[in-house]
């Protein structure tokens, strides 16, 4: 709630998630803080949607949402009724709303400032935060990445831009932008990889690599498939090993009587 001199007017802007932020010189961007980002990279990773249903420990999970915004669009709305969750969690990737070059650029800026408000509201309530790199045109990058600590662990989600050649061009340069202008201790890649695209970088930056949450689930149940299939395997031959030991009591029995 915020007061004037006659009324209390209701906080709907969301004002109370950049309480305490230092902001950026032009747009005011609220400003990550580099105690909010851990030093080690996460032991999983998980999409917000597949988290929230996880029947799970979430002690060792972040969650990030590199997915269709209509997944954690409930997130924005409701940052509140989320905190208890993320607290369940090891912590999250910076937020993801998408931000596409073709966008109006105030709808750009819009995206950025909420990416970047949630990320410091759900860091400065102690959970651990890696910053996202996401921003739009290359005019916005400047001031998108002077919110970003330098020379500390940064996410980068690579689904659905790497698989054209000239995308994989536009990657190669934004990599090169922002491992220059942040030379971050290492940088977590969310997705499917394609290519060798980040192999020019790697004696500039370490990368840590995670497979969609999709690809490592059904890689996952293949196994247990498998499992399953050599167990069923397994107690098929028990079973005629039992078959054909029965057969040959029962026979021994009969030689037995025949004897006697």
């Known amino acids: 709630m ?5 009324d209390v007017v209701e906080d709907l802007f969301q004002a109370f998630l950049v309480e305490g932020a230092n902001f950026t010189e032009i747009e005011e961007y609220p400003i990550i803080e580099d105690w909010m980002i851990p030093k080690v990279p996460p032991k999983k990773i998980m999409p917000f949607d597949k988290a ?3 029947q799970g420990d979430l002690s060792e999970v972040y969650v990030c949402t590199y997915a269709r915004d209509c997944t954690f669009e409930r997130v924005r709305r409701y940052p509140k009724k989320y ?3 993320f ?23 819009a995206q950025m400032n909420d990416n970047l408000s949630l990320s410091f509201y759900y860091g400065k309530q102690g959970n651990n ?7 739009g045109i290359d005019e916005l990058a400047d001031e998108f990445l002077s ?9 980068v989600g690579t689904h659905g831009f790497i698989k054209e050649t ?5 990657w190669y340069c934004f990599l090169e932008k922002i491992i220059s202008a942040l030379e971050p201790s290492g940088i977590i890649v969310y997705g499917k990889l394609s290519g060798n695209i980040f192999k020019d970088f790697e004696d500039k930056c370490k990368f840590y690599y995670y497979e969609p949450w999709i690809y490592s689930n ?15 395997e397994t107690l098929r031959v028990q079973i005629i090993k039992e078959k054909q030991l029965n057969i040959l009591t029962m026979l021994g029995l009969k030689l037995l009587i025949e004897a006697d």
């Open 2 to 6: 915020y007061k004037d001199e006659n």
């Open 52 to 54: 929230l249903n996880y």
């Open 83 to 85: 905190l208890n969750f």
């Open 87 to 109: 607290k369940r969690c090891a912590g999250l990737i910076g937020f993801d709303y998408s931000i596409h070059s073709d966008m109006p650029i105030v709808k750009q800026k």
């Open 129 to 135: 935060l890696i910053p996202n790199i996401r921003y």
């Open 147 to 155: 919110a970003i600590p330098k020379h500390t662990l940064i996410a």
């Open 166 to 170: 000239y995308k994989k061009a536009e």
């Open 218 to 232: 059904r890689k996952r149940f293949r196994w247990q498939l498998k499992v399953q299939v050599i167990d069923m």
